[in-house]
């Protein structure tokens, strides 16, 4: 146990010196100095120490107790997103805000502590890891209800990952997450409050998994029995607030297109404060539906909404407004948002007979000098520049800064290069003439780039590598588009060139990019196989095949030095390939009022992970 402590606290100490060096050279690089004032450290969700909630049962119920002061009740907390929900349904989730609202809706069994990074109990009361390290028993609070007044057991547990997660129903990514060298870990309800895991092997991620959202089995069961397709449909945004049985501190009561959704608390959640109160405290979550980022802070600025996270173009404008308004602001470091640009290697033939990609474009997209060549053309530091002001860092590795599993030498990355770009192009034939240039086959270089439109940060890259390209005689046709029309284009229809995106990242577990690097995954989207093409590998590029072994290797070795070899690897062969160009992590400056109180942010969970124990004090 001492040993393992001790391991334990090596993992914090390397996190604290990797953002510590992270924000040691940005300030080095771009002369700022985000928030001065001494009481807002830019660590501090790693500094502070934040008192977690504790177990305590009280008349037969197993609750969690904050531990943070007592607050007052009532009261909205309003907040903004960009974009519609595409569902409400967690495991259809595809996006950001759909994905966002389902996590306020539905809770998981165990959630990851927002300081520490390690991996603690929600839903369920405690687990064991048996010396096998290949079983896993989860105790459930006894007496906590869903919604509808039925209590929350085994049942539901053994429902959601035996018919829905292992069975790969919705969008399938958490299936993905689960499989353990090709399998998939077998679970028994041992009595009503315990269930047990059994993973082929020991698998290193595998207690971040049990994070997915349980839902109830006397709801959810007569949809599965309908079949993958149906639930695909089921819970969607046309569904009557009052028909969704929850389990989280807030429920969906009102959606209005285009305006906003309305949450309201749950009356009979498992969380109560130090004086046996039930919260959350917060009556009302109410988020605004606004068309980008420009509306975000138009609202926030008009006192529409309570927090904002502020664009890095804005940031020293902040600094100024905040030393006489009604708000606080917090750097809570690099974002684990991986922003990229994404090429469609795809060269098989959709069920209509035609080509994915036009088969010109699959040969410039599939040769690695090309991919290559943009990768060198890019200008990372004059787009840092120009869109952020400074405030972000330039983005070479696949895994976030601050990864814990980052490669260094990778993530140090290279400046623009023209020279060094020509010269790959040229290797592979290409030639320009008049500025322009074309294949070995005569065929002028011209392919679409897409982004989701409202985010202008994007937007503004977009424009910026538009004309870095123009400098190798690429023209890039730049057109942002619908959030959700861009998704169905990557994940559906496959009906793409070249699209700027972003994942989130975990800086604690890179296994969570099992379903972007590995052929089968969900969101393999520069390489995506529908269901027919599955079993055949003959349209694989190999590095995706290499990449599927480290990420099957990665996760059966325990050894924290030896997987971070591993993934290393991994890393490597993304710079190498550059299926994925990375671009840039910005910062993550938040802006809160100051009447928002029990505000604990951290770099691993955000600004308002504790939604439960924020209360809002009207007279501060």
């Known amino acids: 146990m001492k040993k393992n402590a001790y391991k334990f606290l090596i993992i914090i100490f390397v996190i604290f010196l990797i953002t510590v060096s992270f924000l040691h050279i940005f300030k080095k690089d771009t002369g700022y100095d985000i928030v001065q004032n001494t009481d807002i450290s830019p660590l501090k969700g790693i500094t502070d120490n934040i008192p977690m909630p504790k177990n305590i049962t009280c008349n037969g119920i197993d609750y969690m107790q904050s531990q943070l002061p007592d607050g007052k009740f009532g009261g909205s907390f309003i907040t903004s997103t960009i974009g519609e929900p595409k569902t409400f349904n967690p495991y259809n989730a595809t996006d950001a805000t759909s994905a966002e609202l389902s996590g306020i809706m539905y809770d998981g069994l165990l959630q990851t502590n927002p300081i520490t990074g390690e991996v603690i109990p929600f839903l369920a009361k405690s687990f064991e890891i048996l010396p096998d390290k290949k079983t896993y028993i989860i105790h459930l609070r006894k007496g906590i209800k869903w919604s509808d007044g039925k209590e929350i057991t085994a049942d539901d547990v053994y429902f959601t990952y035996k018919d829905v997660v292992f069975a790969g129903m919705g969008e399938g990514s958490a299936r993905d997450a689960m499989l353990i060298d090709g399998s998939l870990p077998e679970i028994t309800k041992i009595d009503k409050y315990t269930v047990k895991f059994v993973t082929p092997k020991p698998f290193a991620p595998f207690l971040r998994n049990l994070s997915n959202p349980i839902l109830p089995k006397h709801v959810f069961s007569k949809v599965t029995k309908k079949g993958k397709e149906f639930f695909l449909t089921y819970q969607g945004v046309d569904t009557k607030p009052e028909n969704i049985v929850y389990s989280g501190a807030f429920k969906l009561s009102e959606y209005l297109a285009g305006q906003r959704l309305i949450f309201t608390k749950n009356p009979d959640y498992y969380f109560i404060n130090k004086s046996f109160k039930k919260l959350p405290y ?168 897409l982004t989701n439109a409202g985010n202008t940060q994007r937007e503004a890259a977009g424009v910026s590598i538009k004309q870095d390209l123009e400098q190798i005689g690429i023209k890039v046709n730049f057109k942002p588009v619908e959030f959700n029309s861009l998704i169905d284009k990557t994940l559906t229809t496959v009906d793409f060139d070249c699209i700027i995106l972003a994942f989130t990242s975990n800086i604690n577990e890179p296994n969570s990019g099992y379903n972007v690097w590995t052929p089968n995954g969900a969101l393999h989207i520069f390489n995506k196989r529908t269901n027919n093409d599955l079993k055949s590998t003959d349209k694989l590029l190999p590095f995706e095949l290499e990449l599927e072994h480290i990420f099957n290797a990665g996760a059966l070795e325990l050894n924290f030095e030896k997987r971070k070899q591993i993934y290393n690897r991994y890393q490597e062969i993304i710079a190498d390939e550059n299926p994925l160009i990375y671009l840039y992590a910005p910062l993550n400056i938040s802006a809160v009022r100051k009447k928002v109180k029990n505000v604990y942010p951290t770099v691993i969970s955000g600004l308002i992970h504790n939604m439960s124990e924020i209360y809002i004090d009207e007279d501060k």
Not at 314 to 323: G, Q, T
């Open 282 to 449: 917060i009556d009302k979550w109410i988020i605004l539906i606004v068309d980008d980022m420009n509306n975000q802070t138009l609202k926030f600025e008009a006192g529409m909404t309570d927090t904002l996270n502020v664009n890095g173009s804005l940031v020293n404008r902040y600094r100024e407004l905040k030393k006489h308004s009604d708000f606080e602001l917090y750097n809570l470091g690099a974002s684990t948002n991986t922003t990229f640009i994404i090429f469609n290697l795809n060269n098989r033939k959709n069920k209509d007979g035609k080509y994915y990609v036009e088969p010109k474009k699959q040969r410039w997209f599939q040769d690695k000098n090309f991919r290559s060549a943009i990768d060198w053309a890019i200008n990372r530091e004059d787009l840092i520049l120009n869109v952020f002001s400074g405030m972000a860092q330039p983005l070479y590795s696949a895994e976030p800064i601050g990864s814990l599993f980052i490669n260094e030498k990778i993530a140090q990355g290279h400046k623009k290069d023209i020279n060094h770009a020509m010269k790959l192009l040229k290797k592979s034939g290409f030639k320009i003439k008049d500025k322009v240039l074309y294949d070995k086959f005569g065929n002028k270089v011209e392919f679409e780039l």
